[in-house]
């Protein structure tokens, strides 16, 4: 990078580190609108647009749970914790990342401990975590993870399902999307790959299909 993007980057920084993250975004913006941008230093610029976005969702409005309490509503009980892991989706956890490494080696409810760990991979949080569930272990980056809504695999079972199911029977879809979002989250952090999918997509519909007709709709369609 020449000496203008260097000088541009540090007062950036500077601005974030004096807390003045509105500015901060707005000289952000204003260099990735530029007709050309340098690969490296579009690529900083894209992270530092990130953490300033974090950094001014942690304002919260007035009312809004503390990152204390929501935190403190992970050593509770199920409920509590589905609802602090919801809570926690809008924070920036690179502030809180020994915090949720500490909750997801603790044998944490797994609802919530998947909504935490969807949240670490869409903020891309920098951090080794270890997820202890049923007695296993995973060990993960967070800044590698798939989020659900980017997994090959999710997209195209989704699709599958869809062209199967939405024009003739709409509420089959909808069961077996909503079936298929819970699976796909509750094999966090480890994701669906794209060749996995027509399998994912089959058991999806055999169970809704057992559940709702005795496995007719199933047989129908494996049938075409």
Same mark, same amino acid.
């Given at each position: 990078? *020449? *000496?203008?993007?260097?000088?541009?980057?540090?007062?950036?920084?500077?601005?974030?580190?004096?807390?003045?993250?509105?500015?901060? *975004?707005?000289?952000? /913006?204003?260099?990735?609108?530029?007709?050309?941008?340098?690969?490296?230093?579009?690529?900083?610029?894209?992270?530092?647009? $990130?953490?300033?976005?974090?950094?001014?969702?942690? #304002?919260?409005?007035?009312?809004?749970?503390?990152?204390?309490?929501?935190?403190?509503?992970? $050593?509770?009980?199920?409920?509590?914790?589905?609802?602090?892991?919801?809570?926690?989706?809008?924070?920036?956890?690179?502030?809180?990342?020994?915090?949720?490494?500490?909750?997801?080696?603790?044998?944490?409810?797994?609802?919530?401990?998947?909504?935490?760990?969807?949240?670490?991979?869409?903020?891309?949080?920098?951090?080794?975590?270890?997820?202890? $569930?049923?007695?296993?272990?995973?060990?993960?980056?967070?800044?590698?993870?798939?989020?659900?809504?980017?997994?090959?695999?999710?997209?195209?079972?989704?699709?599958?399902?869809?062209?199967?199911?939405?024009?003739?029977?709409?509420?089959?879809?909808?069961?077996? #999307?909503?079936?298929?979002?819970?699976?796909?989250?509750?094999?966090?952090?480890?994701?669906?790959?794209?060749?996995?999918?027509? *399998?994912?997509?089959?058991?999806?519909? $055999?169970?809704?299909?057992?559940?709702? /007709?005795?496995?007719?709709?199933? #047989?129908?369609?494996?049938?075409?």
């Amino acid at each position: 990078m *020449g *000496g203008y993007y260097e000088e541009t980057l540090e007062e950036i920084e500077k601005l974030i580190s004096e807390g003045h993250y509105e500015a901060a *975004g707005l000289m952000i /913006d204003k260099e990735l609108s530029m007709p050309y941008v340098p690969e490296e230093f579009e690529r900083k610029m894209q992270a530092l647009k $990130k953490e300033t976005a974090w950094r001014l969702s942690d #304002r919260r409005p007035s009312g809004e749970r503390s990152i204390g309490s929501i935190l403190a509503g992970l $050593k509770k009980k199920p409920e509590d914790q589905l609802a602090a892991a919801s809570a926690l989706s809008g924070r920036n956890l690179r502030e809180i990342r020994q915090e949720l490494a500490s909750y997801l080696a603790g044998d944490p409810y797994p609802e919530a401990a998947s909504l935490v760990i969807e949240a670490i991979a869409e903020q891309e949080v920098p951090e080794e975590f270890t997820y202890v $569930k049923d007695g296993l272990e995973y060990t993960f980056w967070g800044d590698s993870l798939t989020p659900v809504s980017e997994s090959a695999g999710f997209l195209r079972a989704d699709r599958i399902l869809k062209d199967q199911l939405a024009n003739d029977h709409p509420d089959y879809y909808e069961m077996c #999307r909503t079936l298929l979002i819970h699976e796909v989250f509750m094999y966090l952090p480890l994701s669906y790959e794209e060749e996995e999918a027509e *399998g994912l997509a089959e058991g999806i519909l $055999k169970e809704v299909s057992t559940l709702m /007709d005795d496995g007719e709709l199933y #047989r129908e369609i494996k049938n075409l």
